[in-house]
Structures are given as structure tokens and as C-alpha cells.
């Protein structure tokens, strides 16, 4: 049941976001074009201590499909990505690496034109381990994410602690 709750609780949270963010107008707004593709509202979560969650969406809005390739970690030492599978009702790991970069260029991430991919924690989830310890709260927390068309940008991920 908790496991529900999380699920849904975390999901009213980034709809809450999505709304406030769109209400807010441009100059609040944490959204960013690269090229054909939106970034919205990049945040970070620590709820255990070195590990942090991080949550947005890619929407495509070009006429032709782009794919993820890479993320890049300036801050922590590894990377993780999962894939829910609502069949089994279980995160099928799709990537690990030792290193602050996490390669998916053998089976990278498609983002269809007219349609987004999620990170959060109903679709695919990214999780940074090892993350620094002489981090505060104020301090930037940057990802670059590799985009096969479009090319490499810098994530500054907005910070919130539950630890």
C-alpha cells in the first residue's frame, strides 16, 4: 500500500509542478528547448543519503524522431537508468555505470515526434549514486544529456531533500 502511495503521491507532485511551471509564465519557468525538443522542469530528489532521483520530461515537438544517448553526472560517480514494466510491476534496469557517464548509444532512449518520455517514477526513473557529500542544497547540481540529433545540454536540476 505504500508503494501506492509513493507512486501516486510523487505523481500528483510533478503534476503539481507541470501546472505551476505553466502558470508561472516564461519568466519563472524552468523549461528549456534544445532544437525540436522541451525539457520540463528538471528536479532532483535525495531521499537516501548519496543518491539522488531525477525528474522531467522530453517532449519532441520536430517531425522526426531523436534519441538519448548518454547522461553525464557532474556530481555524482555513477548512473542509473530503469523502465517500469507494469506487466510484472517491477523497474527492469536498461543501464549501470561505473564511471558519472552512463552510455546508451547500443539501445538508446527514442523520443517519437509529437510524444514525451518521462523520468519519474511511473515510466523510466534516473538515479545518480555516489553523489558528492560536499554538496549543499545551493550548489549546482548539473547532468548533461546526449541527444543523438540534437546534440548535448546541461541540465541544472532544482535540489529537494526528504532525507
Do not use: C
Not at 528549456?32 to 525539457?39: C, F, G, K, T, Y
Not at 524522431?65 to 517500469?84: M, N, R, W
Request: aromatic share 18%.
Amino acid at each position: 500500500m505504500f508503494y501506492l502511495t509513493k507512486k501516486f503521491g510523487r505523481f500528483y507532485f510533478i503534476f503539481l509542478s507541470f501546472l505551476l511551471v505553466s502558470i508561472s509564465g516564461p519568466s519563472n519557468s524552468h523549461e528549456v528547448s534544445v532544437r525540436d525538443l522541451i525539457l520540463y522542469h528538471p528536479s532532483l530528489f535525495f531521499e537516501k543519503k548519496g543518491e539522488g532521483e531525477a525528474f522531467f520530461s522530453i517532449t519532441n515537438e520536430g517531425s522526426d524522431s531523436d534519441y538519448i544517448i548518454g547522461f553525464h553526472s557532474e556530481f555524482s560517480k555513477t548512473v542509473e537508468l530503469y523502465k517500469y514494466n507494469e506487466l510484472l510491476d517491477k523497474f527492469d534496469n536498461i543501464g549501470r555505470s561505473n564511471t558519472p557517464y552512463l552510455d546508451l548509444r547500443e539501445s538508446p532512449l527514442e523520443i517519437k515526434p509529437g510524444e514525451s518520455i518521462t523520468f519519474d517514477s511511473l515510466g523510466y526513473i534516473l538515479i545518480f549514486k555516489e553523489v558528492d557529500s560536499s554538496l549543499s542544497w545551493f550548489d549546482m547540481h548539473q547532468s548533461v544529456i546526449f541527444f543523438r540529433d540534437s546534440g548535448e545540454y546541461k541540465i541544472d536540476f532544482e535540489v529537494e531533500y526528504n532525507e
